[in-house]
């Protein structure tokens, strides 16, 4: 579906939240490119550009990629042709800084953010789907210990393998993660608040589809 109108879009929410599935529907619906972070970086770094080979050069240390190079990636790829009717941005900005940096980028093109989605989950919640997580050693096969578990405890449907959790899925791993999350975050929620775009949408205790319900109303109401 082509979006009717543009809407150009940042979706915040904390690991758990439900940001990559609420990301293709929104995508879907509206007709507009899915911006990831990772994606810009993959895609700048195969195509050879500028900001992509000096991307390349902190990713093949190892290290992270400073917001000077990360601003010029969002640069490159907000200025390609698919972007012209708006484009939905997942895991960027992630600070003040960038906040501010993606102001002034979309000022010089003439245009600026019209919405900003929060998915709110409670922490207890989100660590329970986090921390719930078992892949298999084997075939790779993933599980989850309330929503989707295996016939047997520790044991692949697939292939019979043993499943187990990957130690980012830890619970103090996850609890730390989130912190950092708020620590970086509730500074821009409020960024976002103060400009007048910032809609949130519940998501603790449902179903995608009725996440996406409130998602859509918030993106079909009036922007600024």
Known sequence: MAADRERDVVLLGAPGAGKGTQAERIAARYGLPHVSTGDMLRA??????????????????GELVPDEVVIGVVRERLAEGDTREGFLLDGFPRTIEQA???????????????????????????????????????????????????????????????????????????????????????????HYREQGILRTASGGGKMPDEVFEQVARLLDAPAR
């Open 44 to 61: 700048a770094v195969a195509k050879g550009t500028e900001m992509g080979l000096e991307a390349r050069r902190f990713m093949d240390a």
């Open 100 to 190: 501010e940096r993606l102001d002034a980028l979309l000022a010089g093109a003439g245009r600026a953010l019209t919405h900003v989605i929060q998915l709110d989950v409670p922490e207890d919640e989100l660590v329970e789907r986090l921390a719930g997580r078992r892949l298999c050693r084997s075939c790779g096969k993933g599980y989850h210990i309330v929503f989707d578990p295996p016939r047997r405890d520790g044991v692949c449907d697939a292939c019979g393998g043993e499943l187990y959790q990957r130690a980012d899925d830890a619970e103090a791993t996850v609890r730390n993660r989130l912190a950092v999350y708020r620590a970086q975050t509730e500074p821009l929620v409020e």
